[in-house]
């Protein structure tokens, strides 16, 4: 059981807006940066959204990240096709003294 | 180009050892903290292992706490994980990660170590 915790899958349909929930404690995401992660089948993740917020250049501007107390959240707008794949949050957990990852969010654009 | 190639992996029987390397490309390797993230076949992310820029600095998972030693070589841009007292929950593939600030910004494409009789 991970402990961060994501909706195992959701889906939406092209074009629409979708959001992923990251749900932590106040020893990781209540107290450190988070930052998300898509990875399509076969291949190695890739940084979306870091310091809870912030976009890597080359990421689109339809990928927001926000967060509030022990919660984080991702927003994809305008969705597509290429969208689907799995999506992770993770943040550093101050107590456990270790980097923790939520289970991973399966999104499927229908 | 920023490249990240992990090698070494492979199967190795239960009890076994095994040491992963990580070639780094493209970016001031000793200026980097690194860290090493696994993945179980069909499984979520679990971080592994970390180490600082200049390797003074480790920090492991509890799971491979006292089996896993992380390591860097700054002169040869090389990353490893040496990896004892394998167990059949260890098989995964091994992502070679660059962290910078509090996110791990560049990925490997991966590394599968198996651990079966």
């Known amino acids: 059981q991970s402990v961060l915790t994501q909706p195992p899958s959701l889906s939406a349909a092209p074009g629409q807006k979708v959001t992923i929930s990251c749900s932590g404690s106040?020893?990781?995401?209540?107290?450190?940066?988070v930052s998300w992660y898509q990875q399509f089948p076969g291949t190695g993740p890739k940084l979306l959204i870091y310091?809870?917020?912030e976009r890597p250049s080359g990421i689109p501007d339809r990928f927001s990240g926000s967060k509030s107390g022990t919660s984080a959240t991702l927003g994809i707008t305008g969705l597509q096709t290429g969208d689907e794949a799995y999506y992770y949050c993770?943040?550093?957990?101050?107590?456990?003294?270790?980097?923790?990852f939520g289970g991973g969010t399966k999104l499927t654009v229908l | 180009e920023v490249q990240l190639l992990e090698s070494g992996g492979g199967l190795v029987q239960p009890g076994g050892s095994l040491r992963v390397s990580c070639a780094a490309s493209?970016?001031?390797?000793?200026?980097?903290?690194m860290s090493w993230v696994r993945q179980a076949p069909g499984k979520g992310l679990e971080w592994v292992s970390g180490?600082?820029?200049?390797?003074?600095?480790?920090y492991y998972a509890d799971s491979v706490k006292g089996r896993f030693t992380i390591s860097r070589d700054n002169s040869k841009n090389t990353l490893y994980v040496q990896m004892n007292s394998l167990r059949a929950e260890d098989t995964a593939v091994y992502y070679c990660?660059?962290?910078?600030?509090?996110?791990?910004?560049?990925w490997g494409q991966g590394t599968m170590v198996t651990v079966s009789s």
């Open positions: 990660v660059r962290k910078k600030g509090d996110a791990f910004h560049i």
């Open positions: 493209g970016f001031t390797f000793g200026s980097y903290a």
């Open positions: 180490i600082s820029a200049s390797g003074g600095s480790t």
């Open positions: 106040s020893s990781n995401i209540g107290k450190n940066y």
């Open positions: 310091e809870n917020n």
């Open positions: 993770g943040t550093w957990d101050s107590s456990l003294s270790a980097w923790v």
